[in-house]
T-cell receptor
């Protein structure tokens, strides 16, 4: 079965880097995603990585993928108060019948920014 | 122009009622989904539809029935609402069926059952 694990809380000081970690179990996952949810808002796709990549960088965001350990991380450089949100790791699910893929989400990491 | 829209944004109703939540996407996507986010913020997939066919049904009670009048719409109908149905329901859509494109989410519908 599919399972995605994340720590529930991370507290960092403004200006420091935040590293949010995620582990997943489905080795057939093709895509892994990071979504951001601000209070009272919907889900915003931050970035995604193909399973054949090790790293992807997009401005302040760096995604690292360790396929051997099934470990995914999101690094946010120079964390700002606007980064305060819940960050969800997700993997795509491939169904044996060739059906559409849905996403399995982790429980989300609440990123708390301290001044 | 909202890519994925849901109505209503808030829905408060009594136990036992029947209600519907509507979802529309203007992205030309061919697959749409419903997710449920509970009070602890945990997100789980409920359904997906591709070309008017139900592809996934994740052990959701049969009181929940997705209805897709066309490719751009996937509505969620809930019969005999229960307290435990209180949650935020997110609609999403994507372009291709298998493993490729990212999913775009609607803003969510907060359902409160009293």
């Amino acid at each position: 079965g599919e399972d995605v694990e994340q720590s529930l809380f991370l507290s960092v000081r403004e200006g420091d880097s935040s590293v949010i970690n995620c582990t997943y179990t489905d080795s057939s996952s093709t895509y892994l995603y990071w979504y951001k949810q601000e209070p009272g808002a919907g889900l915003q796709l931050l970035t995604y990585i193909f399973s054949n990549m090790d790293m992807k960088q997009d401005q302040r965001l760096t995604v690292l993928l360790n396929k051997k350990d099934k470990h995914l991380s999101l690094r946010i450089a120079d964390t700002q108060t606007g980064d305060s949100a819940i960050y969800f790791c997700a993997e795509s699910i491939m169904y044996s019948g060739g059906g559409a893929d849905g996403l399995t989400f982790g429980k989300g990491t609440h990123l708390i920014i301290q001044p | 122009d909202t890519a994925v829209s849901q109505t209503p944004k808030y829905l408060v109703t009594q136990m036992g009622n029947d209600k519907s939540i509507k979802c529309e996407q203007n992205l030309g996507h061919d697959t749409m989904y419903w997710y449920k986010q509970d009070s602890k913020k945990f997100l789980k997939i409920m359904f997906s539809y591709n070309n008017k066919e139900l592809i996934i049904n994740e052990t959701v009670p049969n009181r929940f029935s997705p209805k897709s009048p066309d490719k751009a719409h996937l509505n969620l109908h809930i019969n005999s609402l229960e307290l435990g149905d209180s949650a935020v329901y997110f609609c999403a859509s994507t372009h291709s069926r298998q493993g490729a494109d990212t999913q775009y989410f609607g803003p969510g519908t907060r359902l409160t059952v009293l």
